[in-house]
T-cell receptor, first 109, second 114 residues
Framework: KNEVEQSPQNLTAQEGEFITINCSYS?????LHWLQQHPGGGIVSLFM???GKKKHGRLIATINIQEKHSSLHITASHPRDSAVYIC???????????FGTGTSLTVIP | DGGITQSPKYLFRKEGQNVTLSCEQN?????MYWYRQDPGQGLRLIYY???????QKGDIAEGYSVSREKKESFPLTVTSAQKNPTAFYLC?????????????FGPGTRLTVT
């Protein structure tokens, strides 16, 4: 059983579309971390949030602690957004993260 | 520039050999982590260290060993006891403390054992 579930696993979108990636978790957490992994394998941090909503450019992340659910939205998607998006939760202990399996996004021009 | 370096990017070894993966950071972070990534699976924690000279096993520590003699460095040794060592290995670091801090990742090392 995975403590962190992401959906969808794979997503193909046309350039310009609004994209939503979902993350649900079953453990008590301090915060949730959205990450982006490019084909070469490097991982960059997008957002870390423990409540509410954060926005950076065309990316928006929301979290509902009561429902144990977070969403990552991409507005006006672009081919350069093509990557794997990973959700990770920071456990209440503050020491350890659990990771989802990732959502592979392809944006077609 | 501050960041995390992992070397080498690609590593090839014969079965039965131990191999050490390097991870160095100059971010002055106390906590460091080693993860393993396999196709179709999420990152899984091998070991982590909160302070120098101290480290804890993660979920898949069997067949691996680490050391933390310096704050900047957290090398991972993949021993011959690890049954399926071929994988992508990622090192990460973050500040330690009461706040909610994000992880910073190195570029990864892709290990192939034949």
């Amino acid at each position: 059983k995975n403590e962190v579930e992401q959906s969808p696993q794979n997503l193909t979108a046309q350039e310009g579309e609004f994209i939503t990636i979902n993350c649900s978790y079953s453990v008590g957490i301090s915060a949730l971390h959205w990450l982006q992994q490019h084909p070469g394998g490097g991982i960059v941090s997008l957002f870390m949030l423990s409540s509410g909503k954060k926005k950076h450019g065309r990316l928006i992340a929301t979290i509902n602690i009561q429902e144990k659910h977070s969403s990552l939205h991409i507005t006006a998607s672009h081919p350069r957004d093509s990557a794997v998006y990973i959700c990770a939760v920071l456990l209440n202990t503050g020491n350890q993260f659990y990771f989802g399996t990732g959502t592979s996004l392809t944006v077609i021009p | 520039d501050g960041g995390i370096t992992q070397s080498p990017k690609y590593l090839f070894r014969k079965e039965g050999q131990n191999v050490t993966l390097s991870c160095e950071q100059n971010l002055n972070h106390d906590a460091m982590y080693w993860y393993r990534q396999d196709p179709g699976q999420g990152l899984r924690l091998i070991y982590y260290s909160q302070i120098v000279n101290d480290f804890q096993k993660g979920d898949i520590a069997e067949g691996y060993s680490v050391s933390r003699e310096k704050k900047e460095s957290f090398p991972l040794t993949v021993t011959s006891a690890q049954k399926n060592p071929t994988a992508f290995y990622l090192c990460a670091s973050r500040p330690r403390g009461a706040g909610v801090y994000e992880q910073y990742f190195g570029p990864g090392t892709r290990l192939t054992v034949t």
